[in-house]
């Protein structure tokens, strides 16, 4: 990965100066940018939460060649971690890439490593099309995010999504902050428990799975799997929109023992290494995923590189469940942790 990321600094240096750990320092403050917002704490929470986890070395076992790869709504993929959404990449990478370019860039890495990807959806609903348009016949591996807007402007995205063959979707719910976003005729705003209901019932209409991204509480994680959701999202949209949250892995185990098995779980931010994925499914996730170094790996290697970096992530991931006796990802839990 070191020419990968070589390459990337040279290309995005004026937003990312590709830290050897992407941990939100260097870029505090910097939304829209790469970084965390106000004095950048939530995003570096996120990374010292998993790192403040250690794992239990187990080696008198027989989980010699563990089982990286999970099923997700009928698919299989190659590894229970996916690349998050992440919108207008010129704006916050300073990216030569069109939105459109990025997207297939992304779309036929994560294809190409056996996992699904993530889109952004943006002011614009252009914008959210570009991204669509880059599917062609991979619609049940992408997942469209979309904002937070009125029901009306969500249902012509999800109808938007159905045309492009998906058959999951998400909210970021959070994108509520989003203060370039607020400032729209129709707006992002937040939603009810009873609008966010409405906006499930919509997308299962449509025979599409929903995530609901950015929980950070128990309470909200109850009413999001009240209201319908498939998955709920434990995510400070990578500390972008509240300064001075916790980490996600602070608390995602009350999260995971709350609504785990009435919903799946899934987890993000500064999610950094195959030990971090560990980390994520020993304290309840179901799926993880990462954006940042996704991202850094694009601009450094295109399609290739993003499909390089999941497999680095995966072979970590492999690594760390052989060395902690873990056979399988459904096996991983707290006692993986010391
Ligand atoms: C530049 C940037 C743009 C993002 N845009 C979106 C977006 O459009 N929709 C969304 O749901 N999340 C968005 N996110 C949040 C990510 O999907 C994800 O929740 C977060 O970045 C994960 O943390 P990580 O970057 O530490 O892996 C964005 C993040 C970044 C850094």
Excluded at 95 to 114: F, H, P, Q, R, T
Excluded at 217 to 236: K, P, Q, Y
Excluded at 288 to 301: E, N, S, T, W, Y
Aim: include cysteine; glycine fraction near 12%.
């Amino acid at each position: 990965m070191k020419d990968i990321r070589d390459k990337a600094r040279e290309r995005i240096k004026s937003h990312c100066k590709v830290c050897p750990l992407c941990d939100g320092r260097a870029c505090a403050g910097k939304v829209p940018g790469i970084g965390g917002i106000g004095t950048g704490v939530s995003f570096q929470n996120n990374v010292s939460a998993l790192a403040g986890h250690r794992l239990a070395m187990r080696v008198l076992h027989d989980a010699n060649e563990p089982l990286t790869g999970v099923s997700l709504w009928g698919r299989e993929l190659a590894l229970p971690v996916l690349a998050a959404p992440i919108g207008s990449v010129k704006n916050n990478l300073g990216s030569d890439l069109s939105e459109g370019e990025y997207s297939e860039m992304l779309i036929s890495g994560c294809v190409a490593a056996g996992t699904m990807a993530g889109i952004g959806d943006t002011a614009k609903p252009e914008t959210f099309k570009q991204g669509l348009d880059q599917i062609r016949d991979r619609g049940r591996s992408v997942i469209p995010f979309i904002k937070p807007w009125a029901l009306q402007e969500v249902c012509v995205r999800l109808d938007m999504a159905v045309a492009a063959g998906c058959d999951s979707c998400g909210m970021d719910v959070d994108a509520a902050g989003l203060t370039i976003l607020r400032r729209l005729d129709a707006p992002v705003a937040t939603r009810t428990p009873r609008e966010l209901a409405a906006i499930i019932a919509e997308a299962h209409k449509r025979k599409l799975k929903f995530i609901v991204k950015g929980i950070m509480t128990v309470d909200e994680a109850r009413a999001a799997a009240d209201a319908g959701a498939d998955a709920v999202l434990v995510s400070n949209h990578g500390g972008r929109v509240l300064d001075h949250t916790p980490g996600t892995a602070e608390v995602l185990p009350a999260i995971a023992a709350a609504v785990g098995g009435r919903t799946l779980v899934m987890m993000d931010g500064g999610v950094r290494s195959g030990a971090d994925v560990l980390k994520a499914l020993a304290l309840g996730a179901d799926i993880v995923l990462i954006c940042r170094p996704v991202a850094v790996a694009i601009h450094g290697g295109g399609t290739d590189g993003a499909a390089r970096y999941f497999n680095v992530i995966r072979d970590e991931l492999s690594q760390c469940m052989r060395l902690t006796g873990c056979k399988d990802v459904a096996s991983a839990g707290a006692h993986l942790l010391c």
